[in-house]
């Protein structure tokens, strides 16, 4: 089966879930 949009979408958020976790402290330190 070819990846659907939706789980490309799932696995777009997962990564950007994450990015975001770890960006919270550096993006506290730039504001």
């Given at each position: 089966?070819?990846?659907t949009a939706k789980?490309?979408?799932n696995?777009?958020?997962l990564?950007?879930?994450k990015l975001l976790q770890?960006?919270?402290s550096r993006s506290k330190?730039?504001?």
């Open positions: 089966m070819k990846p789980a490309k979408w696995i777009a958020n990564t950007e879930r770890n960006g919270k330190r730039i504001t």
